[in-house]
């Protein structure tokens, strides 16, 4: 048997960042996950926005790894075939498994890392432990479950899942290339929806290395008729939902394979299990729409390393009461409840017709194409990319400041 202060299960986003941060912190940790080298996933392809890269930036890694992503500092923001703003932007694209694998590089050499599958635990107040599919058993004061949308062991906790909206949307993921000559125009793009009816938010274009990287999201159910029409002719189709977006971009092929990924909003109450703890997607999942999935992540993982551990390896025991402290947390739960209803905006805004959205939308339009005029006098108004009208921009903005100064108070040598 191995011992152990904290067992990390998965090594995706969460848990290899958990992994270094902790690794750093000198606590002793193993991190578990299957694969060596993490495999292709279609998940997290950018982070973008001051307050996101500044939380990764904080982790005291996040440096090393935007060294490997590529940089846009320019995006431009369009609607109805027309350009609105040309907007600086802190864009750092790179794609998950390539983002992930460089978090790894950056995980220190006293953290011990096992390449098998974890398949059976047992939770108690005391000690924790973890069968791992070699037969090895790993003994730890704590383990931290990071094992993303995976259900095996969570099921075997009895651990229930809350489905908040199931569907909730669809990401899709393709690379673009300019018919007819070399490049595009545009640095990175950031195309709305023409019509509600259409169900799509918005449509982002960005480079990753010397490729032109496509995400379109929509909101439909995943055996709409209009995703098999996607994948049978997506250059015709994606004409046809946005004509005018060529008005922008110039005729395009789309080429390599297309990726679709549904995701259903969903939180699993774990409040009850001592000597386990859920964070990232194993906790609860966003909307890739909203963009404030990687905001949880680096929010989970800067408070449960830098304030919670800490606090609970200074004394004995690991029972449900200390764990508590953790789903409790009041920057934690801001996070959380600020990225929900970002999910739940963005639907709205994107796709309701009643007076009130339709207001929004326009607003929106109008805030940007007023940004763009005043950019150039230097009178820019600074609204983000995901500016959903009046009143969710307000409750974002206020979530996500309040997250960030709570953030900055913490030690945040080796979190985010």
Known sequence: MRYTDIAIIGGGLSGSTAAAMLGRSGISTVLIDPHEIYPADFRVEKLSGQVQVERFLKTGIGESVLRRATFAGENWIARFGR??????????????????????????????????????????????????GNDETISARLIVLANGLNVGLRHQLGIRRKIISACHSISIGFDIVPAGRTSFDFPALTYFSERPSDRIPYISLFPVGARMRANLFVYRAFDDPWLRELRRAPAATLDAALPRLKRITGDFDISGEMKIRPVDLYVNEARGQPGLVLVGDAFSTSCPVAGSGCDKVFTDVERLCNVHIPEWLASDGMDAHKIAAFYDDPVKRACDEWSAAKAFDFRSVSTATSLYWTAQRWARFIAWSAQGLLRPLGGALHIEPNFLGHSSSSSSSSSSSSISSSSSSSSLSSSA
């Open 83 to 132: 350009l609105l703003d040309k907007a600086p932007s802190r864009q750092f694209n790179i794609l998950y498994d390539s983002l992930v694998n460089a978090v790894r590089d950056e995980i220190p050499e006293t953290v011990e890392r096992v390449w098998v599958k974890a398949v059976s635990v047992e939770t108690s107040p005391e000690r924790q432990k973890v069968l791992l």
